[in-house]
């Protein structure tokens, strides 16, 4: 099917920004799009499946739309993402105006574009917001565990809860790293990296290191986690994967009244030693059936990080399906 689309009134500066660089843009949209675009000024003629070739004028408005200054990288590959797992998302956005504004109601964090950038990721922010327990699991880039900081940071912007907890078990990702120098912190904080990450992007550095003073975020590692009961707290426990099933019930025994827990794990990068059960995957087994808990499973399909990602984690899976 061929279309045929054309942006007026003719904008110079953002059909430049649009197209990118060398037509950088374009190419990308019709890689990810499977369509064909061509132009001519203002003109554009994308050819493909009857499907994707509207997917994709959708997607170049809703580009056009928001180009009055150049498209940050990672707009565009988020938008590309987006179109591509949640094509209803453009008419949304369209909706919401052209200042790059979500039609969604966002988070209360520094960033006000953190939204469920596909059906999957709005589920999981659906299920962290009503549910006291929730898992997330599925394979790097799909947004796990940042989207889980979003929401704590949220709930204690709102007084929600009281406290952040982090946690994660400090296995090494098929290393050995010795024995690390330093106190409790700083030899936990390798681990714990994606985490302060994604706290920094969305409070800000001071303002973490105000919070970290102040005891309203705490790094807790999760072998120091028995005994407690953590009351009015936003707990998240990530990389449980290389949990052992022991761990996990010892962790998931400690969420106490008016306190959120997020899990988040891929189960494809299991670290722990050969033969060696993962709590993750037998927490999910066990408790699917538990009310108050939910499970959001990930795909390829939800990666938001470069393309290139979600292709990776498509050819190991179908890699792994073939051995199996």
Do not use: W
């Not at 574009?113 to 599925?138: E, K, W």
């Not at 681990?191 to 706290?199: E, G, I, V």
Request: charged letters at 25%; aromatic letters at 6%; glycine letters at 6%.
């Amino acid at each position: 099917m061929i279309l045929r689309h054309a942006f007026i009134p003719v904008d110079n500066n953002r059909l430049s920004h649009l197209c990118g660089s060398m037509d950088a843009h374009l190419r990308e949209i019709e890689s990810a799009m499977d369509v064909s675009i061509s132009r001519r000024n203002e003109s554009f003629r994308i050819e493909g499946a009857k499907l994707q070739a509207e997917r994709a004028v959708a997607l170049l408005q809703s580009l056009y739309d928001q180009a009055k200054t150049p498209l940050e990288p990672e707009s565009f590959q988020l938008a590309l993402v987006q179109a591509v797992a949640d094509p209803a998302s453009l008419s949304r956005r369209a909706a919401a105006g052209s200042d790059n504004t979500p039609a969604e109601p966002s988070l209360r964090t520094r960033r006000a574009d953190v939204v469920g950038r596909t059906p999957n990721q709005q589920l999981y922010l659906g299920n962290i917001l009503s549910h006291d327990i929730s898992f997330g699991i599925g394979p790097a880039g799909t947004g796990k565990t940042f989207l889980a900081v979003a929401c704590a940071v949220d709930a204690l912007e709102r007084s929600t809860v009281q406290r952040i907890i982090l946690t994660r078990p400090a296995v090494e990702a098929g290393e050995r790293l010795g024995f690390l120098p330093g106190d409790l912190a700083q030899k936990v904080d390798p681990y714990l990296r994606p985490l302060y990450d994604a706290l920094y992007d969305l409070m800000g550095l001071d303002k973490v290191t105000r919070a970290f003073e102040k005891g309203l975020i705490e790094v807790a590692p999760l072998a120091f986690m028995r005994g407690r009961t953590l009351n009015h707290a936003f707990v998240i426990l990530d990389e449980a994967q290389n949990t052992t099933p022991e761990q996990m019930k010892m962790f998931l025994t400690r969420i106490g009244f008016g306190s959120k827990c997020v899990v988040t794990g891929d189960v494809s990068q299991i670290d722990l030693p050969r033969g060696e059960r993962s709590g993750l995957i037998e927490a999910e087994r066990i408790l699917r059936r538990v009310s108050g808990i939910a499970t959001t499973r990930f795909t390829a399909v939800d990666v938001v990080r470069h393309p290139l990602v979600a292709r990776i984690v498509e050819a190991y899976d179908a890699a792994r399906s073939d051995g199996e």
